[in-house]
């Protein structure tokens, strides 16, 4: 057979062809992040980092809008405190960064040695229940002082020994939100709430269809009574779990003996919950979006929304820079998003292919070409990242300019549309144990990667069960819908009967 | 001599009877912050993160309208970088979070022990140059590649042995800008435009007048060429060192091999800069503008502009809450500082008088407290927290509701005129050496923090001078302020020529 020709992308190696590979192309091709010379930090450059500031502005309003305060924790953990909640030490304590001094000395070699052994030890926070409970503990006396809704936005270290840019670092950025209720039903409705922040968050701004479920007891948050999450599929067909929201019940209200009278004068644990989003979304945004060309921004997160590239030469670069420099005037006036159009004019040096490749790669929603000609006719020249090269069109400026936010919205829409269609034509209601194993067993032995993608199956409830498939497949229970009706079906292991449909799949 | 009747004030003790202890009274009595369980780490409750969420708004907006980009880089730094810059090390390897684990095991007593040696000691960022200067070597390879403009907002740790509440303490938050030039001149430029950016700041919204000026080389960071600050007078009379700018010439660049080829093609090192403000900032502004009941918030950084304080009977609440509701939502319409009013209405249960003074103590700019007199009469009720109790003044309604932007700006001006008045009242040209020990040594032994307060004087420029003022009088050259007029005279101590005054202080 012929080798077929090869259509040149702007990322080497494609998707299919090498997709770990080509994730970490992207985010070096569109300068989002790259590794650190501390093994296991990330980098997050500019562009990277940008977007990570559109994500904290959405989500920020929307917990303030929610009665959110935030608040700052200490970086550092005492020992003791992790040892607090017996779970919680198991997922938490076993790998992280402990710091044991608290000065640096000149040695004899004139390099410096760590001096000052501290009495005890503080751990770098992989995550501030502990922390955030002692405090509480304090804040909270009576039923008055409750709810108390506090988030954080800051950085905790776990540390893993296999990373990859924003999926799995040492160090990231997230927000953990902490809150104490005198209820076990405020509790619970507090962690859908935020489930439900999350999820609107990933439909409506990532452009990331996710579904949002309950965790088995084997994937739970150590300490946690229930864990809920969102769960995203990536155009590898695995799963990326894009937030989580836990119900804590007492058990950390015990713990760090966060009491409290009530309206009878009765001394009551509280209930808590925390959740939280990282930097991880960032991965989720790329896997869902990006192409082979590159990255892909969903207008509503885009650090900036249009690009303008001139087309000089120089006997007309005055008029041609003019003609760009009022059209980005004019669309910086027009509304968007409940904010204003951000456009970027490119007058850098270099040739004009390698500079507008640069903005596709990007993941720049629109990029306009402006020559002599769109000025002689009125007219822009454009570029939708969301469909291809040959789609470029021209149209008058007038219209362009008046249109704009219908088109970003239309943009928006399209790769929301697209990514559905993808995780639909990736899911599978699967009824039998053959069906169920060929479906995540990879065709190619040399591309594990590549598999079914979520089976909707029928489990019995049973840890052992799971366990078996994580063994044989690397498959585990993404979740346990919220929003799924319940059905009367068979296990699809044991045959035992079930009520509901799960979700498996391979992940991140 | 009979005692005065003492008048009673929300925070005990007063300025005058107890200046430190003032300070951590008003804190708590806001609910700013507090002392965590970790030695020197504070938590930032939410009425103090709020400050700095505004402060980080206004700061950004700046940053990013003078080119800068956000970046985020890693919170270790290896030993080996420290040790890069010699004058770095002396400075920052002294008293720092080493980090010299990776694991936590359970050991025999059960207690969890440190495991997972490092290889390489990491040390917890005391600030950034370093690891900065590693990545800005692999970005800029070119003269097109300058100026590189970034900032990070971050946290840093600096291990100190006395702490307190937002002025010195182990774990700090701030933002750092690291900037790379291709000239010496553009460095600077770019080192004085960051110092502008602070002073208008510190003027504008903090309402806090600051000299700006030069360190001599005894206060210089550690590694630069020449650093720029603000200084700010507290209310005790002591120097606030409120924001630095670093002029680092080659120094970094040549530890971290930051080398561009100029547009001839010769390789050149680049010149560095860097320039931050911290969580100190709030320190800054509760010394300048707190009083005996509390902390003073200028309106362009508030948390809120305005709480309203109902005043309600059984007989009368669902009226008053519905007048002061609409009152709250006609207010929230209202254009202030390029974003609307915020308004809070109390409605917690609760004695009306002890509502009242919480938010006094807050240091929200306006209060009104509205029953229904107010409704019958359709006026409001105000308290501004700049004046007495005393001046609190009835105003129609509408009246107010129209007028609420000018009435915040003459606030913040009236803070502002008040403070400059206050340095400039504790601010005296010294010329002879008998006076200038005079001023600085204490009227009463038991209150050492009470002396004159800015020193002008004239210096010969010897660092032994320096620091045997320092040895005598615990005070310091606070600048040589950039926008005195330079002026013929004699140093205050040896007599020999000088051609301008410095600031001389005690400082924090």
Redesign the interface.
């Known amino acids: 057979m012929a080798q077929q020709q090869k259509v040149k992308t702007a990322i080497t190696p494609t998707r299919s062809e090498d997709y770990p590979e080509w994730y970490q192309q992207v985010i070096k091709n569109a300068d989002l992040a790259e590794n650190?010379?501390?093994r296991g930090?990330?980098?997050?450059?500019?562009w990277g980092?940008?977007l990570?500031?559109n994500i904290q502005k959405v989500l920020d309003t929307k917990f303030k809008a929610t009665g959110h305060?935030?608040?700052?924790?200490?970086?550092?953990?005492?020992?003791s405190?992790?040892?607090k909640e017996a779970e919680h030490?198991e997922g938490f304590?076993?790998?992280?960064?402990?710091?044991?001094?608290?000065?640096?000395e000149v040695g004899a070699d004139g390099?410096?040695v760590?001096a000052?052994p501290l009495e005890e030890?503080?751990?770098?926070r992989p995550t501030s229940e502990t922390?955030i409970g002692?405090?509480f503990s304090k804040w909270v006396q009576s039923y008055?002082d409750l709810p108390l809704l506090?988030n954080q936005w800051?950085?905790v270290?776990r540390?893993e020994m296999r990373t990859r840019l924003f999926l799995r670092t040492a160090?990231f950025?997230w927000q953990e939100g902490h809150t104490a209720h005198a209820t076990k039903e405020e509790a619970e409705i507090e962690t859908k709430l935020m489930l439900d922040v999350y999820a609107d968050f990933a439909e409506n701004y990532m452009a990331m269809p996710v579904i949002k479920g309950e965790k088995t007891a084997v994937e739970r948050f150590p300490g946690a009574v229930s864990t809920y999450c969102i769960e995203a599929m990536m155009q590898d067909c695995k799963a990326l779990q894009a937030g989580t929201s836990h119900f804590l019940g007492q058990n950390f209200a015990k713990a760090s003996e966060i009491k409290f009278l009530d309206s009878t004068g009765k001394e009551e644990f509280a209930w808590t919950t925390s959740w939280g989003v990282s930097t991880r979304l960032i991965g989720g945004l790329i896997m869902t979006h990006g192409d082979d060309d590159g990255l892909i921004v969903p207008p509503r997160l885009a650090p900036s929304h249009i690009v303008i590239l001139p087309v000089v030469h120089e006997d007309n670069a005055a008029s041609v820079y003019e003609y760009c420099d009022s059209l980005a005037a004019q669309l910086r006036k027009q509304n968007y998003n409940s904010g204003l159009v951000s456009v970027i004019v490119d007058k850098?040096?270099g040739r004009g292919g390698d500079k507008v490749w640069s903005w596709i790669k990007k993941g720049i929603p629109l990029y306009l070409e402006i020559g002599p000609r769109d000025m002689a006719s009125g007219s822009v020249f454009v570029g939708r990242r969301d469909k291809s090269r040959k789609e470029r069109y021209s149209q008058s400026r007038s219209e362009f300019v008046a249109t704009i936010a219908n088109l970003l919205d239309d943009i928006q829409k399209s790769l929301h549309d697209k990514a559905i269609a993808f995780r639909d034509a990736h899911t599978r209601k699967i009824d039998s144990k053959d069906e169920f194993y060929e479906y995540f067993t990879p065709n190619n032995k040399e591309k594990p990667e590549i598999h079914g993608g979520f089976a909707l199956a029928h489990w019995n409830g049973s840890s052992e069960v799971e366990k078996q498939i994580k063994e044989d497949l690397n498959v585990t229970i993404r979740c346990i819908p919220i929003d799924a009706p319940s059905e009367d079906g068979k296990c699809v292991i044991t045959g035992e009967p079930s009520q509901r449909r799960v979700i498996f799949a391979k992940s991140y």
């Open positions: 650190s010379p501390v930090c990330m980098v997050i450059r500019p980092y940008s990570w500031e305060e935030n608040a700052y924790f200490p970086l550092f953990i005492p020992k405190f992790l040892e030490v304590a076993k790998e992280c960064a402990v710091v044991t001094h608290h000065r640096l390099k410096l760590p000052g030890p503080l751990i770098v922390i002692a405090m008055r506090i800051a950085n270290v540390w160090e950025l850098r040096e």
